[in-house]
């Protein structure tokens, strides 16, 4: 079901579906709350799945700024209304950042946390995955106003080029669509860019967060490019994790090993509710 839940900066485009413990799944870039389309179905078997447009993404209104921690605050202030209270969260690349930050700062509210394919800005552990300097898109992405100016009219081009890369598998045309209708026009453009250009913001924040640590019960996930080091980033921070990297799978996982990722994910949310319980 497709909701429009209003925020105190706008709203967010949510889809809501299944029943069950609460479960918030967060995309990223190019991506939209369609990137899951291929395992939300399992998941709502179980769970009640909230996947929106990320702020500023696609349907979704933009909020003030799109750092860590006001990109996750728009999702909790979601959930909480629609009457949910605590919940688990699965985050891929862009969303991982605000995903972090509310394990870090509400632990109160995350049940438990999957986090995939991404370098958390700021925190040490990704040395080797940026020693080369980070992908070349960061740099074009982050200058203000360039990105959208060049892109306009190259949108499908653009995106297209990021999920054949994400995804070699190949995505059905339909789903592919829409996710490039979700960064289409120079506001949307711009909006995702702004997730490349709060990066710094994003940094100062976990810094000052990952102080606290994490007794949040946390998977990390890896695949190519980004394999463990996400994990390594995580592992003094959190007092329970585990983690896992998928060989031969493409940066966006949920497309293109929805499977694989279900085998990690149900047991371990299940595992998660079971001593909850």
């Given at each position: 079901?497709?909701?429009?839940?209003?925020?105190?900066?706008?709203?967010?485009?949510?889809?809501?579906?299944?029943?069950?413990?609460?479960?918030l799944?967060?995309?990223?870039?190019?991506?939209?709350?369609?990137?899951?389309?291929?395992?939300?179905?399992?998941?709502?078997?179980?769970?009640?799945?909230?996947?929106?447009?990320?702020?500023?993404?696609?349907?979704?209104?933009?909020?003030?700024?799109?750092?860590?921690?006001?990109?996750?605050?728009c999702?909790?202030?979601?959930?909480?209304?629609?009457?949910?209270?605590?919940?688990?969260?699965?985050?891929?690349?862009?969303?991982?950042?605000?995903?972090?930050w509310?394990?870090?700062?509400?632990?109160?509210?995350?049940?438990?946390?999957?986090?995939?394919?991404?370098?958390?800005?700021?925190?040490?552990?990704?040395?080797?995955?940026?020693?080369?300097?980070?992908?070349?898109?960061?740099?074009?992405?982050?200058?203000?106003?360039?990105?959208?100016?060049?892109?306009?009219?190259?949108?499908?081009?653009?995106?297209?080029?990021?999920?054949?890369?994400?995804?070699?598998?190949?995505?059905?045309?339909?789903?592919?669509?829409?996710?490039?209708?979700?960064?289409?026009?120079?506001?949307?453009?711009?909006?995702?860019?702004?997730?490349?250009?709060?990066?710094?913001?994003?940094?100062?924040?976990?810094?000052?967060?990952?102080?606290?640590?994490?007794?949040?019960?946390?998977?990390?996930?890896?695949?190519?490019?980004?394999?463990?080091?996400?994990?390594?980033?995580?592992?003094?921070?959190c007092?329970?994790?585990?983690?896992?990297?998928?060989?031969?799978?493409?940066?966006?996982?949920?497309?293109?090993?929805?499977?694989?990722l279900?085998?990690?994910?149900?047991?371990?949310?299940?595992?998660?509710?079971?001593?909850?319980?």
């Amino acid at each position: 079901m497709f909701r429009a839940v209003p925020l105190t900066t706008g709203r967010l485009a949510v889809t809501v579906v299944g029943s069950g413990p609460a479960l918030l799944l967060a995309h990223g870039w190019p991506h939209s709350r369609h990137v899951w389309d291929l395992v939300l179905d399992r998941l709502a078997t179980d769970h009640t799945v909230i996947a929106p447009d990320l702020p500023g993404v696609g349907d979704s209104d933009a909020p003030p700024s799109f750092d860590a921690a006001t990109v996750a605050g728009c999702l909790d202030e979601a959930c909480r209304a629609l009457g949910l209270g605590e919940y688990a969260v699965i985050a891929i690349d862009a969303a991982v950042p605000a995903a972090t930050w509310l394990t870090l700062a509400h632990p109160d509210r995350v049940r438990a946390a999957v986090l995939m394919e991404s370098a958390l800005p700021g925190l040490p552990g990704a040395e080797d995955f940026l020693a080369g300097g980070p992908p070349w898109w960061f740099g074009f992405h982050a200058a203000a106003g360039l990105a959208e100016t060049v892109l306009v009219g190259h949108e499908a081009e653009y995106v297209t080029w990021f999920l054949d890369a994400g995804a070699p598998g190949g995505i059905d045309g339909e789903l592919r669509g829409r996710l490039v209708d979700a960064h289409t026009g120079r506001d949307r453009l711009r909006h995702g860019f702004g997730y490349y250009r709060a990066l710094p913001r994003t940094a100062q924040q976990l810094a000052v967060a990952a102080r606290r640590g994490s007794r949040v019960p946390t998977l990390a996930i890896g695949s190519s490019p980004v394999g463990d080091t996400l994990a390594r980033q995580l592992a003094p921070l959190c007092d329970d994790l585990v983690s896992a990297v998928l060989p031969d799978t493409g940066h966006i996982i949920p497309l293109d090993a929805p499977g694989a990722l279900l085998d990690l994910v149900l047991p371990f949310l299940r595992d998660v509710e079971a001593t909850r319980a």
